[in-house]
């Protein structure tokens, strides 16, 4: 039963990977752990274990950061990055679509705030989106990762 409930919870992860704000990668480890836990840890040991957990705090930390890379990365200011942050968690209550413009706008507003010039604000805004981006696909690859070193741990 651990087994199947291990299982579940993993596919579960692996279908919220696209979902920003939500901690799949967690989750996946989650289940990887409950189907380790499900045999007594004989294919899946405590090293690998603890190597998966080391990947999904990089994960994490890499789906987290990006958000606010990008919008650095894209001339915004320390006011941009701020807004970016502030705009990533106060879109969650819109859904998928605050998700994800809620970064772009809060590093819009913040950066058109101190400085109103709407080119560069505009270019903070398009950087909070593409880090978005960037974000999901740290994420996705971590969380499919940990799956791959884990299905191969445990059938190889």
């Known amino acids: 039963m651990l087994l199947i409930f291990g299982l579940l919870v993993t596919v579960l992860g692996i279908g919220l ?30 090293w690998s274990l603890g190597g998966l957990f080391v990947l999904t705090v990089v994960g994490s930390l890499a789906d987290n950061v990006a958000t606010l890379l990008g919008a650095r990365q894209a001339g915004a200011s320390a006011w941009g990055v701020a807004g970016a942050a502030v705009g990533m968690l106060a879109g969650i209550p819109f859904g998928l679509p605050g998700i994800i413009l809620g970064p772009a706008v809060g590093a819009f507003a913040l950066e058109f705030a101190r400085n109103p010039d709407a080119r560069k604000a505009g270019m903070a805004g398009l950087g909070g989106i593409a880090g978005f981006v960037l974000g999901i696909v740290a994420k996705s690859f971590f969380g499919l990762l940990i799956v791959g070193l884990a299905v191969f741990a445990y059938f190889f």
Do not use: K, T
């Open 17 to 46: 990977l696209a979902i920003p704000a939500v901690p799949a990668i967690g989750i996946i480890f989650s289940g990887v752990a409950l189907v380790a836990w499900a045999d007594g840890f004989a294919r899946i040991g405590w």
